[in-house]
């Protein structure tokens, strides 16, 4: 099920991105956390010390729970914006 | 671009107030900047969709909104840095902020600070786990960017915040599979009073609270979720009923919970402002004459920064909060300042009483702090869990700064912005001492983590500012 | 009115170190803190326990400091993370090649364990520095304290020994008479005690004043910065040619910046506030040492109140023209030395023959 609502606005462009080598479908301009969160990539990546999953939470740039590596740098995932081929780690990255 | 980088002045945040406020400074001929960590105004409330959705025909209200906020600031030219991430503030005024590829300072004479809020969340057991999530983060999901987060959820928590979320999520064609509320159908009914000051708000909770009925979603009052953990499919939720103690279990893909607001005061705690705690306005606040001026001479607090009075007063504050600044510039005269106070303090009069019963549908219930297990995790940077805060507090930390030094509390990446009202209300409850006791955290800089690469560029090592070598 | 033997005015290591000999020592000891237990400069350190760092006449006691910080299961408390590792100070110039080498050979000569080597042996023992360093002074003897943890440690440790702590106590005024200290507080109450010990800190100057002596102590806020917790990315303890860099990742992988780069901060107000060009600096400067460095945000940081004499050479001893009075502080780059230099004091003031001539105050009056 696809769990976009598009009543009110039509999406851009159909693009790809690429999570731990996997490819995913989404809508370029979307906002990456929550692209991955429909897409059932809930673990983002570990806390440090109990080594839990964590994942995306405040949404809005204050709890760094949504923290992925894009490129290989840390970035807060709510704050960004799906492009074409991003290439996106998450997980137990910061090891 | 931003070529000049001085400003009369700078405002941090572009929801309504600090949108409203620019605009109030702009029309006198100050030189305003106006910066936002998103990548459009609006704020948290009216967030903007993303750029890149083109608008169809039918338009949700906040969308509308948005939209006339977005117009203004261009009518009236006012400089704007989005998606600008404001990490340092030090006196004089220096704002240093950095985007996705550096970061650069600005300069002004006055500031205003209309940061709003984050969401207050009391930690349960399994809080931490991925598809738990904030109503307010739900909100946004729904109304900005236009998803549903899952086709099954429960929403827990309390204020009206609950009823809107839900709302959207049936509309949007989701399942809310359980209303989880702290307080009871009697707090909704004692609020009716208040509530119908404000008819359009109280209209469109009519409309909520309506649609929640018609598709009998289970509603639980006076419970919380006490426990949730991952199953095959999905997340258990334990609900607890805070009254009877009765529990039940359900099975749910998302749990978006929250229990009111709190506000930021990352900025004005860096500045060293004075600060008191008054839980109605939502815990640790700056300290604001009636005008909202902070403590420090050239800061203003637009917004629910200093106190939670509600969406509806946030135009209505930037405006009192830029008018005390043009006045102490000498931009107005008395007359036109006491004028154009004069009202705006009256509306507000009016909106305090609506912001009050909102307050108390989202009070923390004593029971809900008692119900914390000791096991769970409230620092979720540090993974420091209760028993952790509790044994610092037995060896003799009196203090928020101290249990932080112990514990690591607060130390994460956050700074403590998720776990500091929780701490302060569980350590209060344990020594059964007033919060103003604990003091608040000792605001720090960066108030965002900064990304190294961005603010240092590429650099020689020539080109490293020398300092005069220590002593031998 | 409560009595005491020992009243120890300031609870920072310094102040807690002599505290917890003498009443190891059967004396019984009360520790007096207008905060609380290491929350100042004790509490806020960089924790960097170097010889690349100390100050040349100073390495003797350094050396022995660093033996007790490494024993802290000991004398202290288990609870508090202490790491032994290498130390490597770095030149990236000609010109700092020919500091290092001057400075370590003088540190040597105090004692310092320390060797110049090439980059490729400094290469090995930390294969993350940068390539492009001129060469490096070795030292086995270096490590860290986490100094957040401090209070926590001290404020265990002195209640076993039944220290009596006193914290959120501000003196106001000292009175003298018939060889007994009263010690008037801010909000009323009284001690009074046999002997005293003023170990304020950076505050010294204003505690002195209250037994009608003037000294200058100098209020050096300095900036810290820590990352936020990273994969190992370096496994030494880096200092540079001219002593203005101190840089290591703890345990928990968060990586702290220090060095003394300073910031702006007065002691009157207890006021701090960051130098964003000199943090810009210290960070460069950071980088520049550990490249992998620069992947990682900054999560924090902060400044501490430093306290220094017109010399820069630590105050420690008996006080003139008073009876059982003691000064403890202004110890330059004292993190290392601290916890000895107090247990030093601690024997004086029990009747041991110790020579603490060079810290003499009278140098000053």
């Known amino acids: 099920m696809d769990l976009r609502v598009s009543n009110y606005f039509d999406r851009s462009n159909k693009v790809n991105i690429n999570v731990n080598n996997k490819k995913i479908e989404a809508y370029e301009g979307e906002c990456l956390a929550v692209v991955l969160f429909v897409n059932n990539i809930k673990k983002l990546r570990l806390s440090p010390k109990k080594r839990q999953s964590r994942g995306m939470f405040c949404l809005m740039g204050s709890c760094q729970e949504c923290v992925v590596l894009i490129d290989d740098k840390k970035v807060i995932s709510c704050n960004v914006f799906i492009k074409d081929g991003m290439k996106i780690k998450v997980g137990d990255f910061d090891k | 671009m931003i070529n000049n980088r001085k400003y009369d002045v700078i405002v941090i945040g572009a929801g309504p107030s600090g949108v409203s406020s620019a605009i109030n400074c702009a029309k006198k001929g100050l030189k305003v900047l106006i910066v936002d960590l998103n990548s459009n105004s609006g704020g948290q409330i009216y967030r903007a969709p993303p750029k890149t959705y083109k608008s169809i025909s039918k338009k949700l209200e906040e969308n509308v909104i948005q939209n006339k906020l977005s117009d203004e600031i261009k009518k009236f030219k006012i400089e704007t840095a989005y998606n600008h991430t404001v990490w340092q503030v030090s006196p004089g005024f220096k704002v240093n902020a950095f985007n996705e590829t550096s970061t650069i300072q600005w300069q002004s004479k006055s500031l205003i600070i209309a940061t709003g809020t984050y969401e207050k969340i009391i930690p349960f057991e399994g809080w931490t786990i991925p598809g738990v999530i904030g109503l307010a983060a739900c909100t946004v999901i729904l109304k900005a960017h236009h998803f549903i987060p899952s086709k099954k959820i429960v929403l827990a928590g309390n204020g009206p915040l609950l009823m809107l979320v839900a709302y959207y999520v049936i509309q949007f064609g989701g399942k809310v599979d359980a209303i989880i509320d702290t307080s009871s159908k009697i707090d909704w009914i004692k609020s009716t009073l208040s509530l119908i000051t404000n008819p359009k708000n109280f209209r469109d909770g009519i409309k909520w609270i309506f649609k929640i009925f018609l598709k009998r979603i289970p509603f639980y009052s006076n419970s919380t979720v006490e426990k949730a953990f991952e199953v095959d499919g999905g997340i258990n939720v334990k609900i607890r009923n805070l009254k009877n103690g009765k529990a039940k279990n359900i099975i749910s893909e998302t749990i978006a919970i929250g229990h009111g607001l709190i506000p930021s005061t990352d900025i004005t705690r860096l500045l060293r402002a004075e600060h008191i705690y008054d839980e109605q306005k939502g815990g640790w606040i700056a300290k604001v004459d009636r005008f909202l001026r902070s403590s420090i001479s050239g800061v203003y607090i637009a917004g629910d920064g200093a106190g939670i009075s509600g969406a509806l007063a946030a135009t209505d504050k930037g405006l009192l909060a830029s008018s005390a600044l043009l006045y102490d510039e000498k931009f107005i005269s008395q007359t036109e300042f006491d004028h154009n106070t004069y009202k705006i303090l009256k509306k507000l009069d009016k909106y305090e009483v609506f912001a009050k019963a909102i307050f108390k549908l989202n009070s923390t219930p004593k029971k809900l702090i008692e119900s914390i297990n000791n096991g769970t995790v409230i620092c979720r940077c540090e993974d420091i869990t209760k028993s952790e805060i509790l044994r610092a507090v037995d060896q003799g930390a009196k203090d928020i700064n101290q249990i932080k030094s112990w514990t690591r509390l607060g130390m994460g990446p956050c700074q403590g912005r998720t776990c500091h009202y929780a701490t302060s209300k569980i350590v209060a409850e344990y020594l059964n001492c007033e919060i103003d006791n604990l003091g608040y955290l000792t605001g720090r800089s960066p108030i965002r983590p900064v990304p190294l690469d961005r603010v240092l560029g590429d650099f020689d090592y020539e080109k490293i500012t020398k300092v005069e070598a220590a002593p031998l | ?365």
């Open chain 3, 1 to 365: 009115m409560t009595e005491t033997d020992v009243a120890i005015i300031g609870g920072g290591i310094n102040g807690g170190s002599t505290g917890l000999e003498l009443a190891k020592n059967g004396l019984n000891v009360t520790i007096i803190d207008k905060n609380f237990i290491c929350r100042g400069a004790s509490g806020v350190n960089a924790g960097t326990l170097t010889m690349h760092m100390t100050r040349a006449q100073l390495i003797p006691y350094a050396k022995k400091g660093w033996e007790l910080w490494m024993n802290t299961s000991e004398w202290l408390s288990k609870e508090i993370d202490v790491e032994k590792k290498n130390g490597l100070c770095l030149a990236f110039t000609e010109d700092e090649e020919k500091l290092l080498i001057e400075r370590s050979k003088i540190r040597k000569e105090y004692g310092a364990d320390i060797s110049i080597i090439s980059i490729k042996e400094a290469q090995r023992i930390d294969p993350n520095i940068n390539s492009s360093i001129k060469c490096a002074a070795f030292c086995e003897m270096d490590g860290y304290v986490s100094a957040n943890q401090t209070g926590n440690a001290y404020s265990k440790a002195l209640k076993e020994n039944k220290v009596k702590i006193l914290e959120n106590y501000d003196v106001s005024k000292i009175d003298y008479h018939k060889n007994k200290y009263v010690i008037i507080f801010k909000n009323g109450e009284k001690l009074t005690a046999s002997s005293i010990i003023l170990a304020t800190g950076v505050n010294l100057e204003k505690t002195l004043k209250l037994l009608e002596i003037n000294i200058k102590i100098k209020c050096l806020p300095q900036q810290l910065i820590v990352s936020e917790r990273m994969p190992k990315i370096m496994d030494t303890v880096i200092t540079v040619a001219n002593g203005k860099l101190s840089l290591k990742q703890f345990k928990n992988g968060t990586v702290l910046i220090g060095g003394g780069w300073p910031g702006i901060g007065n002691v009157e107000d207890n006021y701090t506030e960051t130098k964003p060009e000199n943090l810009i600096g210290n960070m460069m400067l950071a980088c520049h040492a550990i490249p992998r460095l620069k992947s990682s945000r900054v999560a924090r940081v902060w400044l501490g109140l430093e306290a220094e004499t017109d010399d820069a050479m630590p105050i420690i001893g008996e006080i003139p023209n008073y009876e059982n009075a003691y000064i403890i502080g202004s110890i330059h780059s004292g993190y290392t030395s601290g916890p000895y230099m107090g247990k030093l004091l601690a024997e004086k003031i029990l009747g041991k023959d110790i020579d603490l001539s060079l810290f003499d105050i009278k140098r000053f009056l």
